[in-house]
């Protein structure tokens, strides 16, 4: 079975370390705090100028001049911090958050990611994705492995326009758990039910496949 | 003191010298620290071909969305614009120039416009379409595109508190850009929820000195919020 958006961020959230600064972008990587370790203290950065992010208000604390990079309303966690853009941008580019989750459209064998347009289709804009690829060493993709119509995500070339090159090492699709090196996919786990075969069949850039490949622990 | 004392008595007076082709810089993130009432001036004095430079374009009804159906931007240098119907109609009718640019990057060129730097290397874009036409060069082995800063011929701003010397107080997450905005432009412009006399604000806690800000006004604010998120009490 393909993993839930649910499953998903628990897998990523299995990365978290104890005293981890890490950012979150919108979609599936948003539902990993739900997922944090209780044993264990993360602080998410949201780039529009907040360390230290909180859940959702009540309807009574909702506050306008506190949002995500969602444009959600959120609060603060204990021990948070409040800056401007410019200095948001100075922790990501400078390499200090310890983990970056996001999303895509594609992937490929050299690192290469291509997450924020779709000429002619979607031209909203890279937002602070750019940066983040440039600035993280430490990078999570969740993404689905193929369209829905069976199309593989995970290329030998992104067709798309890029958001970063070479920037990426660590994907996580709904069958697989993937790392990219030396120009390659190397599949390290699979899907609770997923075959080795239904992976081969659905990755469309060069895959090494150890003779193992552990399912998935949640 | 009058010297020092920023404050005018209208916002026709915060904006007076507005005049068409010029370029804004505006601050605010989504629709939170939008300096709301400078974008209704704009609106009411029906300033055209403006060349804006914000990280977002507001909605149809509010932000700097309003600027949109009478035509009044040219070109438009952002992060991301999707919140918008009006302005991906111009955008795809080639009736509006967008120029994209990385959020981080887009801070910076504010922050290097304010400061007297007019370029800094970057990693972000390395690459991807946002490289294209740009110098690049190796530094310790990593490559950089050569990003030009901006300076504005206004920069309007919203912050939380200032004195009456144009020093400023931002409140939580609506400081994002502002800070960057209040230092790049020729004239700034900003407007607030409340003055009060110098010496009342810590110096110490003082996010922008009044070094910075040319006009200061204190409005009302609708603050609207894009995204209404909560869970149960």
Known sequence: MALSREQLAQRVAQELQDGYYVNLGIGIPTLVANYIPENMDVMLQSENGLLGMGPFPTDEEIDADLINAGKQTVTMATGASLFDSATSFAMIRGGHVDLTVLGAFEVDVNGNIASYMIPGKLIKGMGGAMDLVAGADNIIVTMTHASKHGVSKLLSNCTLPLTGKGCIKKVLTDLAFIEIKDGKFYLLERAPGVSVEEIIKLTEGELVVPENVPEMQF | ?233
């Not at chain 2, 008595?9 to 082709?21: H, K, R, W």
């Not at chain 2, 804006?52 to 149809?60: A, P, Q, S, Y």
């Not at chain 2, 992060?79 to 801070?107: D, I, K, W």
């Not at chain 2, 595109?145 to 504005?152: D, M, N, R, T, Y």
């Open chain 2, 1 to 233: 003191m009058a010297g020092f004392d920023k404050v005018v008595s209208s916002y026709e007076e915060a904006m007076a010298g507005l005049t068409d082709n010029m370029t804004v810089i505006a601050g605010g993130f989504g629709l939170c620290g939008i300096p709301e009432n400078l974008i209704n001036e704009i609106k009411r004095k029906g300033t055209k071909g403006l060349t804006l430079v914000t990280n977002n374009c507001g909605v149809d009804d509010f932000g700097l969305g309003i600027l949109l159906p009478d035509r009044q931007i040219k070109k438009i240098v952002a992060s991301y614009v999707g919140e918008n119907a009006e302005f991906e109609r111009q955008m795809m009718a080639e009736e509006l120039e967008v120029e994209l640019t990385p959020q981080g990057t887009l801070a910076e060129k504010m922050r290097a416009g304010g400061a007297g730097i007019p370029a800094f290397y970057t990693a972000t874009g390395v690459g991807t379409p946002v490289a294209e036409g740009k110098d690049e060069r190796t530094f310790n082995g990593r490559d950089y595109i050569l990003e030009e800063s901006i300076v504005g011929d206004f920069a309007i701003v919203k912050a939380w508190k200032a004195d009456r010397y144009g020093n400023l107080v931002f409140r939580k997450t609506a400081r994002n850009f502002n800070p960057m905005a209040a230092t790049a432009g020729k004239i700034t412009v900003v407007e607030v929820e409340e003055i009060v006399e110098p010496g009342e604000l810590d110096p110490d806690q003082i996010h922008t000195p009044g070094i910075y800000v040319n006009r200061l006004i204190q409005g009302t604010f609708e603050k609207r919020i894009e995204q209404r998120t909560v869970r149960k009490a």
